[in-house]
């Protein structure tokens, strides 16, 4: 009898509840975004994000076991991540699995949200079949709107911080780039559509860290001088460059990260890696990181765009591993805004 384990995701501002088998199979994913909701503000309200998610979740909870046609009785066990994330926002999943867990006589396990971006390249669905989780060690880049890190998956719940952005994430320059030019909120994704017809070498933007040995990123004097360069234009320049600047801020950020996965990769004398999180729906990343691992004959694993963002596919993928393994949380488990994924 195949095991199936429902995911529950509210770290920031997605509601999602999802339904996995034992062999990472999606058997329903529902997601809400609240996207909308927070765009006119320029950016995530964390007590709007946390009462939306109270109105949503159960519903996406219902719609996934009408995708799957299962019931309650199918279902181990609850995978829910409690860290890091908005306290506000995870207490809402937190609660409701917890109630859930409780309700139907079944465990639940704590996940950290990182560690579910790393199960999201071995999901499967009918459409998407990568091959089981990989033999061990492999590179991760999580890049998404909070994080920008390169981990080495030691094995499953083992993870080694290599390097991590020192001060903005990549996402986050994505979005504050998109906000000084009044592209609208999440702005990676506007970018990465105005890029494709823009040229990448219009503007000379630094490329943070990229000549040390270390594997950390920066992305703040990315930022700083791609401010510099809008104040030195007006309105009609912007908008008549729009497509060259949308490029070239994309390619100093895709340029720091390729080159300091394939510095890991060759510090590390690893072949496999994967790319996840939000930015890895990023086409050019997606390119860029196909030609190097093409180059030095690595395997590499970046998920469908359906499961780089935030969803609970992956979060559930990391419950049903860690319930199998006999680890469970207990109604004391608490919610963290900030957490080292080593301690997976
Ligand atoms: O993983 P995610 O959904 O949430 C976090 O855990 O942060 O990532 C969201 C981030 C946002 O900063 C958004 O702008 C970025 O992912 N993003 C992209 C693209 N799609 C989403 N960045 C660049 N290119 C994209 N196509
Ligand atoms: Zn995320």
């Not at 088998?21 to 765009?39: C, E, L, Y």
Request: hydrophobic share 40%; aromatic share 8%; net charge neutral.
């Amino acid at each position: 009898m195949p095991q199936y384990v429902l995911g529950i995701e509210t770290s920031c501002d997605d509601t999602s509840a999802a339904i996995i088998r034992d062999d990472g199979f999606v058997m329903a994913s529902a997601i809400s975004s609240q996207d909308d909701v927070h765009r006119p503000f320029g950016g995530i309200v964390p007590e709007i994000a946390s009462r939306n998610h109270t109105h949503f979740l159960l519903n996406l909870v219902e719609s996934a076991f009408q995708k799957s046609k299962l019931n309650w009785s199918d279902i181990s066990g609850i995978g829910v991540t409690n860290r890091p994330g908005l306290l506000g926002s995870l207490l809402v999943g937190v609660v409701t699995a917890k109630s859930l867990a409780l309700a139907y006589k079944i465990p639940f396990i704590g996940i950290h949200h990182l560690e579910g971006h790393i199960m999201a390249p071995f999901l499967r669905d009918d459409i998407y079949q990568p091959p089981h989780f990989w033999e061990t060690p492999f590179l991760a880049l999580v890049v998404s709107g909070g994080h920008t890190s390169i981990f080495k998956v030691e094995k499953f719940g083992s993870y080694k911080l290599l390097g991590e952005t020192i001060d903005d994430a990549a996402g986050e320059a994505f979005d504050k780039f998109a906000k000084m030019l009044n592209l609208g909120y999440p702005g990676g994704a506007v970018i990465d559509r105005l890029s494709k017809e823009g040229d990448a070498r219009a503007y000379a933007f630094p490329r943070g860290l990229i000549k040390e040995d270390s594997l950390n990123f920066s992305f703040s004097g990315l930022k700083t001088a791609a401010l510099l360069q809008l104040n030195k234009m007006n309105d009609e320049e912007k908008n008549k460059n729009l497509k060259n600047l949308c490029s070239s801020f994309q390619e100093a950020i895709v340029d720091a990260l390729v080159t300091k996965v394939e510095k890991a990769l060759r510090q590390e004398n690893i072949n496999k890696v994967i790319v996840t999180g939000g930015v890895s729906a990023n086409s050019r990343l997606r390119q860029r990181m196909e030609e190097m691992v093409k180059k030095h004959s690595i395997e590499c694993l970046i998920p469908p765009l359906r499961y780089c963002t935030d969803n609970a596919a992956m979060i559930g993928y990391a419950g049903l591993k860690h319930l199998d393994r006999k680890e469970r949380s207990d109604l004391q488990m608490g919610v963290f805004a900030r957490s080292d994924l080593q301690n997976a």
